[in-house]
């Protein structure tokens, strides 16, 4: 497989697909991957629950048609998580989930992060939830078509897909009077970056990380929406949290760059009010 820094780096979401069917060797290699109970323990020591669903002509093996709004076009699947409704519950799911779709992107899949453009009912009745759960986000899987249609293109100039905003506007040195500087931000430059580049709830890239001065520990906070997914029910933001996380170490992992998450916060004076604490990386 390709080198995940260069997938993260690659990877676009894919609303598109060929009508091609999912070859028997994906299949094998995705069933395989959500069973394997190492790839669902999260961050913080909790297991999240993928399930595959596989489409044909549009509709599941029960006959149901999963609901995307017309969003998605000729998907041969979809991973489906669980998660309960809590703070760290979605911020971990968020983790397992990103690095299943980063498995996926690896196998030459299309993949795209879907939190509020689907019909969650249709997709509850294709898995099994636990008590007080409920289906945070799905992804559609397949090969992507190499014309995407002028919808997917005008729905990425919308949101600014490939816009990220620069490091000055979310990373840190010591406190958040200062901005981050590319160039001291030391071993931890690339999953930085990664973190950056990876995907977030209408580009919003909600993370702000904030590097201790002895950079040994880099802290990731939160800088809230307004408003943002309250008619969902959930904070939807949340998740994009764990996506930077999965980046972040993924990365740390394939330089050979050792630490560890914890709950540590060092209770820092905030950007402003719409400001949170999540967690911290300590190097170790």
């Given at each position: ?56 002509n549009n509709v599941t093996d029960k006959g149901i ?35 299943a779709i980063l498995y996926a992107v690896q196998l ?35 090969y992507p078509k190499g014309k995407q249609r002028v ?134």
């Amino acid at each position: 497989m390709n080198s995940l820094i260069e997938s993260m780096r690659t990877r676009q979401s894919v609303r598109t697909y060929e009508t091609q069917k999912l070859s028997e060797h994906d299949l094998a290699q995705i069933n395989a991957y959500i069973t394997e109970e190492q790839n669902l323990v999260g961050p913080f020591g909790g297991k999240g629950k993928i399930d595959f669903v596989l489409i044909k002509n549009n509709v599941t093996d029960k006959g149901i048609k999963l609901g995307t709004y017309g969003f998605i076009k000729n998907p041969q699947g979809y991973l489906v998580g669980s998660a309960k409704n809590e703070k760290y519950a979605l911020v971990e799911y968020a983790y397992i989930f990103h690095r299943a779709i980063l498995y996926a992107v690896q196998l030459g899949l299309g993949t795209c992060w879907m939190g509020g453009t689907f019909n969650r009912n249709s997709f509850e009745k294709e898995i099994v939830l636990g008590e007080d759960e409920f289906i945070p986000c799905v992804t559609p899987l397949g090969y992507p078509k190499g014309k995407q249609r002028v919808f997917d293109r005008a729905l990425r100039m919308v949101v600014k897909a490939d816009n990220k905003k620069p490091w000055d506007q979310l990373f840190y040195n010591g406190t958040f009077e200062k901005p981050l500087p590319k160039e001291i931000a030391g071993g931890l430059e690339v999953p930085i970056e990664m973190v950056r580049l990876g995907p977030s709830a209408s580009n919003k890239q909600p993370w702000r990380l904030l590097l201790s001065e002895d950079q040994k520990s880099c802290h990731f906070y939160i800088e809230h929406t307004p408003n943002y997914s309250s008619g969902l029910g959930y904070d939807m933001q949340l998740l994009d949290m764990g996506i930077a996380m999965c980046q972040f170490e993924l990365a740390c992992m394939e330089l050979g760059i050792a630490g560890k998450w914890l709950i540590e916060d060092p209770q820092l004076a905030f950007i402003s009010g719409n400001t949170e604490y999540i967690v911290s990386w300590k190097m170790a």
